[in-house]
């Protein structure tokens, strides 16, 4: 923490120059009441005499003008703001592979949840579009802060509503990149921060070349974090017929190195929320100093309204 005027946290020689002398006066009174030997008559006249109830006041208002000169001397902290702007696309693999039952339900219901909570724990600032991708890519849901038409764009997530299958990885970037860059009026000029998260279980079947869409991506400055979800012992069934169908995160994982975003891989519904917390307390986010006086000025006061409520509760009379 960095002050903005630290010469004013001298004052808190003051509080502790108070509380020195309230500690005095405590000391003396306690002679005094040594002095009162009449032990039956004081217990009539002060049957009921405060303990700890007595000093909380007192300790409290104490608190309340150390909290205030903290706050006096404009404290500041690095804290952690949404940026501008910030837009996130989650684009999904709708392939077949994606039927799989090694992660329950299955793969892709699995996904659609943690998609939904992902999406759910960014702040309502944030825009967020989605992308489904199999053998094409398609935009179901364009980048904005409309959070009910995106989860309604997760619910129709389903194998073959991009229309032809496979698993096209370069086509999922490009056309997130595209509605990236269609966000506003201002994106040709002054692109947004954003990002890209993607997730697959397979390699690159079709469409552009994954490597030269990352190149793209690279070039506006987009990171692109991958998540490989699945295990190598998933398969689909076909007519009666398993279908063997593991995870292959390689190109993934190129991807995501070569953009700077995160590779990451997930084998349970567990372990893919986890991937998606993590990936959300990182993106869209920048680290600013902020004043943070208001902290200990808030506290403070409500320390002055406690010292002012158990005065009047206990003793009929403020502090």
């Not at 509080?15 to 003396?28: D, I």
């Not at 090694?102 to 825009?127: M, Y």
């Not at 995106?150 to 970037?173: M, P, S």
């Not at 269609?182 to 994106?187: P, Q, R, S, T, V």
């Amino acid at each position: 923490m960095i002050w903005q005027s630290p010469v004013r946290l001298w004052l808190l020689l003051g509080v502790l120059a108070l509380a020195a002398a309230y500690l005095v006066a405590q000391r003396r009174r306690s002679r005094y009441a040594v002095r009162f030997t009449n032990l039956r008559l004081l217990d009539r006249v002060a049957p009921q005499r405060p303990t700890w109830r007595r000093h909380l006041p007192a300790g409290l208002f104490l608190a309340m003008l150390a909290l205030l000169v903290v706050g006096f001397a404009r404290p500041t902290a690095e804290v952690r703001v949404p940026r501008e702007r910030a837009t996130v696309m989650v684009a999904v693999d709708v392939s077949t592979s994606m039927l799989a039952t090694d992660v329950e339900p299955d793969r892709l219901s699995a996904a659609k949840k943690a998609a939904r909570r992902f999406v759910d724990g960014l702040p309502g600032e944030f825009n967020v579009g989605l992308v489904a991708f199999a053998g094409s890519a398609a935009v179901l849901v364009p980048p904005s802060t409309d959070r009910e038409a995106l989860h309604d764009g997760i619910e129709r997530l389903a194998e073959g509503v991009t229309g032809v299958q496979g698993t096209a990885i370069g086509e999922a970037i490009s056309t997130s990149l595209g509605a990236v860059q269609a966000l506003d009026e201002k994106a040709a000029t002054q692109p947004p921060p954003a990002r890209i998260i993607l997730l697959s279980d397979g390699a690159n079947t079709s469409g552009m070349d994954p490597m030269e869409a990352a190149a793209a991506a690279v070039a506006v400055e987009v990171p692109v974090h991958t998540i490989s979800f699945g295990t190598p012992s998933g398969f689909v069934d076909r007519g009666g017929r398993p279908i063997q169908v593991p995870v292959d995160g390689e190109t993934l994982q190129a991807v995501a190195e070569e953009t700077g975003g995160g590779f990451h891989q997930a084998g349970t519904s567990d372990e893919l929320r986890a991937v998606y917390e993590d990936i959300g307390s990182s993106v869209g986010w920048r680290t600013m100093r902020q004043d943070v006086s208001a902290r200990f000025i808030g506290l403070g006061l409500v320390f002055a309204m406690g010292a002012a409520f158990g005065s009047m509760r206990w003793f009929s009379r403020l502090p």
